[in-house]
């Protein structure tokens, strides 16, 4: 590279490491040196998790603020760090400028990455940084580190398990919806205020998945990324099981069933192929259930029971109705903005 976008490059780093880099107990060298030196609690597994987001594939600048990218790349990954019951620790960030994004831009974006990360104490250790002449690159890496007994992989559901999701489901979908449909009509201002909050800054359900490590109750878990029943299938393809789903138990919010009489949505399709929700889908054994129901309060959100976990032979089914069963399909959201 030509001398300038080189020494334009060490001054973005110098400006990124001052302002976003730290360094402390865990982390005893971050931004500057050829690798950056973190330390992770004895005893613990290292979770290592990276996301590479593409302007007009994972995001669109019409459509998103850079703050907003920032701040979703971000939880993409703290999101698959609560999925498997970690703790998030050290964050780097690799980035692909376009002549047309400037410092201020990636100043903000910085910004929104760690504001996502704020809550969780997460440090920026490094990353990397070029010039790029086709649209702005982003990719995320982030570490965590888990009690390895009890961490929750995809793998371990078995047959009776009663399948549970976090929060409510679709809100994501239907907030990317208002946002460039914009069919408002009969939809209050706050509801279509919180579905787009919920697009724009989901919530990763870290500490809900720490619970569950914690006090030893989920056989298996995922995050939903892609829409429950996409990742639905993945759960089950991976622990070899079949599932039995109530549709009428998938938890929605006022807000989207809102929307979805206003839009005449089904708004069980919202829940089921929604992207981006990153509520956690977890297996509980059916002897563990009173004592996941008593601790619920330590979860720091709510959680719902929506089906179980049966023999693969059955394959993977949705009750609508009285006694009407339907195959699920992988009907799941094709990534965020670009494509919807
Ligand atoms: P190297 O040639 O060893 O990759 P760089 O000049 O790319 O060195 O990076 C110098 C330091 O700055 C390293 O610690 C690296 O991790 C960090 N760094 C580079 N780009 C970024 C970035 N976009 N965000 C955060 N840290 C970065
Ligand atoms: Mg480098």
Redesign the pocket.
């Known amino acids: 590279m030509a001398a300038g976008p080189r020494l334009r490059?060490?001054q973005?780093?110098e400006h990124?490491?001052r302002r976003?880099?730290r360094t402390g107990p865990s982390v005893v060298l971050?931004?500057?040196?050829?690798?950056?030196i973190i330390k992770p609690p004895p005893g613990r597994h290292l979770l290592l998790t990276t996301d590479l987001l593409v302007e007009d594939i994972h995001f669109t600048l019409s459509t998103a603020t850079y703050e907003e990218i920032g701040y979703k790349a971000a939880v993409a990954n703290l999101s698959d760090i609560a999925a498997m019951g970690g703790t998030p620790h050290a964050l780097?960030?690799?980035?692909a400028i376009p002549r047309s994004v400037n410092e201020a831009d990636v100043t903000r974006l910085?910004r929104g990455l760690m504001a996502a990360c704020h809550p969780y104490g997460v440090s920026?250790?490094?990353?990397?940084?070029s010039a790029s002449r086709h649209g702005l690159f982003l990719s995320v890496t982030l570490t965590g580190y888990v009690a390895p007994k009890r961490v929750l992989r995809r793998d371990g559901a078995c047959i009776g398990d009663i399948v549970y999701v976090t929060g409510t489901l679709g809100d994501s979908l239907a907030g990317l919806q208002l946002l460039q449909k914009r069919p408002r009509n009969g939809i209050s201002r706050r509801d279509i205020r919180y579905l787009i909050a919920r697009h724009r800054r989901p919530t990763p359900r870290v500490q809900a998945g720490q619970f569950l490590v914690a006090r030893g109750l989920a056989t298996a878990a995922i995050d939903v990324s892609d829409g429950l029943s996409g990742d639905l299938v993945h759960l089950c393809e991976q622990s070899a099981v079949g599932v039995h789903i109530d549709a009428s138990a998938l938890p929605l919010s006022r807000a989207c069933r809102a929307y979805a009489v206003a839009t005449r949505t089904n708004p069980i399709q919202l829940a089921l192929r929604g992207g981006e929700d990153y509520e956690l889908l977890f297996t509980v054994p059916a002897t563990r259930r009173d004592a996941l129901e008593r601790l619920r309060r330590q979860a720091g959100c709510r959680f719902t029971p929506i089906g179980v976990i049966r023999s693969k032979r059955f394959g993977m089914t949705l009750a609508i109705g009285r006694g009407d069963a339907t195959p699920i399909r992988n009907t799941s959201y094709q990534h965020f903005s670009a494509n919807g």
């Open positions: 490059e060490f973005l780093i990124l490491r976003f880099g971050g931004i500057g040196d050829d690798t950056a780097a960030v690799s980035i910085y920026l250790v490094g990353g990397d940084t």
